[in-house]
Antibody, heavy 115, light 107 residues
């Protein structure tokens, strides 16, 4: 059974930092691109960042470029998102998703940016 | 950035009826189009990828069609569990983008 389990969310003040993690199991993690997708309260999903299977290709949405960094550790079956300079508009549930068309999604982790 | 639009915003349908949802891309995305279903408090669930390929285990009442800029998701006979929000997403060009969604509710 495929499982994606996100962790690391929480309440942070504007300007602060958080590191999200996603632990994958049930599929050959090292051959799939992985992605972070977020969904603000009451809004539709927004694709945040993608990383290819070998980390050679990395993409960021304009809204997070220069502030967020995606990475992965294939040996640990883990995906990460380092989020710096957080803003109120970054408040959302953050999901990790497998492959470019989201074959599988985690349950999400809530990030709240507020003073 | 490719802008995705969906219509209608809300679709009111009786159980057993057919539902047809539309998605349009601001420029061609070939067949790199996915459809998702989302229920409150849950992550989106992949229904269709490649514009017309059903996800593993998806009932045959769901079908997708189209290529280029115009796409359709059809639910042939709505069941109670199908009332939800549906999103399309293009993955042909980065940044991948979602449509604003269509809510399918009970008539």
């Amino acid at each position: 059974e495929v499982q994606l389990v996100e962790s690391g969310g929480g309440l942070v003040k504007p300007g602060g930092s958080l590191r999200l993690s996603c632990l994958a199991s049930g599929f050959p993690f090292s051959i799939y691109s992985m992605n972070w997708v977020r969904q603000a309260p009451g809004k539709g999903p927004e694709w945040v960042s993608s990383i290819s299977s070998d980390s050679s290709y990395i993409y960021y949405g304009d809204s997070v470029k220069g502030r967020f960094t995606i990475s992965r550790d294939n040996a640990k079956h883990s995906l990460y998102l380092q989020m710096n300079s957080l803003r109120g508009e970054d408040t959302a549930v953050y999901y990790c998703a497998r492959d470019d068309y989201g074959i599988d999604w985690g349950q999400g982790t809530l990030v709240t940016v507020s003073s | 950035e490719i802008v995705m639009t969906q219509s209608p915003v809300t679709l009111s349908v009786s159980p057993g009826e057919r539902a047809t949802l539309s998605c349009r891309a601001s420029q061609g995305v070939s067949s790199s189009l996915a459809w998702y279903q989302q229920k409150p408090g849950q992550a989106p669930r992949l229904l269709i990828h490649g514009a017309s390929t059903r996800a593993t285990g998806l009932p045959a009442r769901f079908s997708g069609s189209g290529s280029g800029t115009d796409f359709t998701l059809t639910i042939s006979s709505l069941q109670s569990e199908d009332f939800a929000v549906y999103y399309c997403q293009q993955y042909n060009n980065w940044p991948f983008t979602f449509g604003p969604g269509t809510t399918v509710d009970i008539k």
